[in-house]
């Protein structure tokens, strides 16, 4: 896939378009995406355009000096409005910047608006989004996926350079795997989530979404790195990303899980391996794996994220931000009606579902039982890890579902089936379009062991380089 | 596990949501749905296995208390977000009872 960023990289330094030329040019074409695909929670064209002109005047200190990206609308932006998708934050404005929009604000970066995505980043479709769906660019008949659908979407249809999502337990790489963009999921605590509105946090990262592998390196290298402001957050130092595009896969051994592989029909499987294949020519080596405790992972998951979601939840009562009912009884009727009021089918459920796997008497039945099973899973991957240096497998059970197409949450939830074991092990992933069916991407998964990210960008951008996607 | 009528309405007392009838209904059995596909972790042999809450090895993370700028300057930008009535620097609630 063409990197976006070398390519505007050029045109800018030789003066060919000026930044804010070529922001005019980005807030047109996300205004025309968001006609067709919904992927805009607010496009901030006065603000881009202003920045733009700033930019101009000043020297390119990194490579993303001028170069129009967007954020999903759970990223907190000074002075511009962050919903996260949700009615109960309408018309709520941060008066600071998460790190991340920090960062990338000090690279010269312009932020020409906030994308789309499930309510509180709880869904894996962009359905629950009170400011409408999301449509698949390639086919609007179709999810983006989610929790990032927007930021995938604007990014597929060259709306955005890039965009920064968020993955808990697979909101970066699914809905790039149906988009056909690229999509990291980092180590947990690589990028700090200051600013970030929690989900589940002890799941939660922050990444980015690119049409390149090199890209997606270059857009790390901006926000990855301890923040004061996340306790949680790494310490360096960390390296460049960018130095591991390009490296020689020679030696490297790549594992593919024989329980994932047990889970594909034949169409998805061939695609996968067969992609696999072509790292062999170049020094690879593919074996097959074994990571027992994946048949537990979904349960694990949707048993912890809504625990930890019911927590963080529960600052949402229309006290210091959100809309308020007026002249409730008592403060109990406040919070009662502005949170049914305000929070969404999917955030309700969660809640709800969380609430009662940490109440009295369920407690050690449910919570505690699935903490357990998170530690197995954990020695599922550290045992793989020794005798591999990369696992490989899908992102997705199928190409992108019809919107509407799923109604039991079961049956939404099973979608993550090949994300989420990672997100509970805390590992770093990524997916990379490899091909399509019926018009829509095929993405393919790589995973590393924790603050491997270098290994990731290396067989993704040898993959990426052997099999030159593009639809 | 099945709700029984005051289970749910005790669960939503926990969760600070009131539904209607027809959402009780609806949530409750979707919530079902995902304790029945739950239920088989209660069959995995977790003895002597160690819960995991925080994945990267973390804890106790302390820094020293010293109060910054963006802490001094935030309190009054905050109490802007609020639809409430603020009075002295305070947001002013209903009766509790």
Known sequence: MISKIKVLRELLDNKKVSILELTQEYIEKAKATQKKTNAFTYIAEHEALEAAASADTQEASSPLHGLPYSLKDIISTKGIPTTASSKMLEGYVPTFDATVAERLKASGAILIGKNNCDEFAMGGSNEN??????????????????SSGGSAAAVADGASVFSIGTDTGGSIRQPAAFCGVVGTKVTYGLVPRH???????????????????????????????????DMTSIKGPLGSYVDAIGKSVDGMTI??????????????????????????????????????????????????????????????????????????????ELYLANRTNGLGDEVKRRILLGSFVLSHGYYDAYYLQAQKVRTLII???????????????????????????????????????????????????MSIPVSSKGGL??????????????????????????????? | ??????????????????LSVEDELRYATDIEGVLAYAEELSAVDTTGVLP??????????????????QELESGSTLLAHSNQEVEMKQIKVPNVL
């Open chain 1, 129 to 146: 989004s009170a400011y409408g769906v999301v449509k698949n660019p390639h086919n609007t008949s179709k999810v983006p996926g989610g």
């Open chain 1, 255 to 332: 594992g593919v899980p024989k329980e994932y592989l047990e889970l594909l029909d034949e169409s998805m499987k061939t695609t996968i391996m067969s992609s696999l294949d072509l790292l062999k020519a170049k020094g690879a080596t593919i074996k097959v794996v074994s990571l027992p405790q994946t048949k537990h992972a979904l349960s694990t998951y949707y048993i912890l994220v809504p625990a930890e979601a019911s927590s963080n939840m529960s600052r949402y009562d229309g006290l210091r931000y959100g809309p308020t009912v007026t002249e409730p009884k008592n403060l109990e």
């Open chain 2, 1 to 18: 596990m099945k709700f029984t009528k005051e289970q749910f309405k005790k669960l939503e007392e926990l969760s600070k949501l009131r």
């Open chain 1, 195 to 229: 600013g970030v509105m929690a989900m589940a946090s002890s799941f939660d990262t922050v990444g980015p979404i690119t049409s390149s592998v090199y890209d997606s390196a270059v857009v790390l290298d901006h926000i990855a790195g301890q923040s004061s402001h």
């Open chain 1, 441 to 471: 991407p095929i993405g393919l998964q790589l995973l590393a062991p924790q603050q491997g990210e270098g290994r990731l960008f290396t067989v993704a951008s040898m993959l990426e380089e052997l099999i030159g996607f593009s639809l």
């Open chain 1, 379 to 429: 020695q599922d991957f550290a045992n793989a890890f020794k005798d591999v240096d990369v696992i490989a497998g899908p992102v997705t059970p199928s190409v992108a579902f019809d919107i509407g197409g799923k109604k039991d949450p079961m049956d939404l939830y099973k979608e993550d089936v090949f994300t989420i074991p990672a997100s509970c092990a805390g590992i770093p992933g």
């Open chain 2, 52 to 69: 995991t809450s925080q994945v990267t090895g973390l804890s106790n993370i302390q820094r020293t208390d010293d109060v910054t700028q």
